[in-house]
């Protein structure tokens, strides 16, 4: 606590946004992986609140004109630190654009102050061609099988409770356990917790079927 009774909050650093993992917030664009730059900005200021970025201007433009096709310049202030990257006004092939129109060179500006952001530290590894920030481990190719066969349980129960609102009497929660007995199977074994809640779900509803026929 300090002296006036506030919390204290520990200021961010560099650090603490090179290790931060990123890849949630990105998507991929012809084999180029690109980083949304709302999030990244509220990140920026989550870690710095007088974080500040300014497009450079040439001749009254946000835009350096080179040969016909344009560079945008975009300088990021972070702990005190100002961060400058280009770049140049390019299409969805990541070719120069001539004479490029407006939305064209609003896409680059964002870009560039999220490039300038990674000079910080934010999302610099996927500049570098990495899967992860410094200091995570990858998954072994079998823990990321392990991983999507979880998602897909998960998707499964979702599926299974959407089924259960539909049944409208006890054949069809019967037909629909024997049906499923195989994923269910495997339901039991990789997520035992969600197999009892299922089948928990499945009593009370074949209980109050039950009910209903008396």
Not at 55 to 76: I, L, Q, R, S
Not at 124 to 139: C, M, Q, R, V
Request: with cysteine; aromatic share 10%.
């Amino acid at each position: 606590m300090s002296q006036d009774g506030a919390t204290s909050i520990r200021q961010k650093s560099p650090l603490d946004l090179l290790k931060l993992n990123v890849n949630e917030h990105t998507e991929k664009k012809n084999n180029l992986t690109y980083l949304s730059w709302a999030w990244a900005w509220a990140e920026a200021l989550k870690a710095d609140s007088a974080a500040t970025f300014q497009v450079h201007t040439f001749d009254e433009k946000p835009y350096m004109d080179v040969n016909g096709t344009a560079m945008v310049w975009v300088t990021v202030k972070m702990f005190g630190k100002p961060m400058t990257c280009m770049l140049p006004v390019m299409d969805y092939r990541n070719k120069c654009v001539t004479n490029p129109d407006a939305f064209a060179i609003n896409t680059s500006i964002m870009r560039c102050m999220t490039k300038a952001l990674a000079l910080h530290g934010l999302g610099l590894y996927i500049y570098a061609g990495e899967d992860l920030p410094e200091g995570e481990e990858k998954l072994s190719p079998d823990a990321q099988d392990a991983e999507k066969d979880i998602a897909s349980l998960e998707l499964f129960v979702n599926g299974v409770y959407d089924f259960i609102e539909l049944c409208k009497n006890e054949a069809d929660l019967k037909s629909f356990w024997k049906n499923n007995e195989p994923m269910l199977a495997e339901l039991k074994a990789a997520l035992p917790k969600r197999y009892e809640e299922v089948l928990a779900k499945f009593k009370q509803v074949k209980e109050t079927f039950i009910k209903d026929e008396k």
